[in-house]
T-cell receptor, first 112, second 113 residues
């Protein structure tokens, strides 16, 4: 079993929809969670960072952590075609580590 | 606004060739990283460097070596390229460990034939 599981998609939604992207993990020690967005033929860029449980909101994006279920989510409200990209989660147990474990990414297509 | 630059976007090399992938960052970061990204496997850390001439193996260092002679430059070397090293290679830099201030380059898609 992989430490971090992420559905590869593609996930296709109409413009304006609420999108839910998810990762599950097996290591209960994970506390630090990041979401990256990767456009085609580009490197990943950081979208959101959360520590431990709870929600964090930034504009149209909300990151949610449920440590009891070992489940994290990224919600995108009012999705736009420009949100079409691959979304990767990353996580670690230790903020002082060089190594974050990355998910495989979910490809999102927002249709105009 | 360029932060991390990888020297090539696309490379095609032959089996057995020695391949150099170059990465330069302009943020004066201490730490630099090389990842490979494969469908279904995600990002996997090959090597990282926490200072000039210092390096640590990541999760999949076999078949690779690295060089960091200057703070801003981190090179990945495939000593004898093989077809199973066909992949997207991503360089990244970070001011300390892996952080919210880490930046990735645009990637090099390497095909070994």
């Amino acid at each position: 079993q992989k430490e971090v599981e992420q559905d590869p998609g593609p996930l296709s939604v109409p413009e304006g929809a609420i999108v839910s992207l998810n990762c599950t993990y097996s290591n209960s020690a994970f506390q630090y969670f990041m979401w990256y967005r990767q456009y085609s033929r580009k490197g990943p860029e950081l979208l959101m960072y959360t520590y431990s449980s709870g929600n964090k909101e930034d504009g149209r994006f909300t990151a949610q952590v449920d440590k009891s279920s070992k489940y994290i989510s990224l919600f995108i409200r009012d999705s736009q075609p420009s949100d079409s990209a691959t979304y990767l989660c990353a996580m670690s147990a230790d903020p002082g580590t060089y190594k974050y474990i990355f998910g495989t990414g979910t490809r999102l297509k927002v249709l105009a | 606004d360029v932060k991390v630059t990888q020297s090539s976007r696309y490379l095609v090399k032959r089996t057995g060739e020695k391949v150099f992938l170059e990465c330069v960052q302009d943020m004066d970061h201490e730490n630099m990283f090389w990842y490979r990204q494969d469908p279904g496997l995600g990002l996997r850390l090959i090597y990282f460097s926490y200072d000039v001439k210092m390096k640590e193996k990541g999760d999949i260092p076999e078949g690779y070596s690295v060089s960091r002679e200057k703070k801003e430059r981190f090179s990945l070397i495939l000593e004898s390229a093989s077809t199973n090293q066909t992949s997207m290679y991503l360089c990244a830099s970070s001011p300390r460990v892996w952080s919210t201030e880490a930046f990735f380059g645009q990637g090099t898609r390497l095909t070994v034939v």
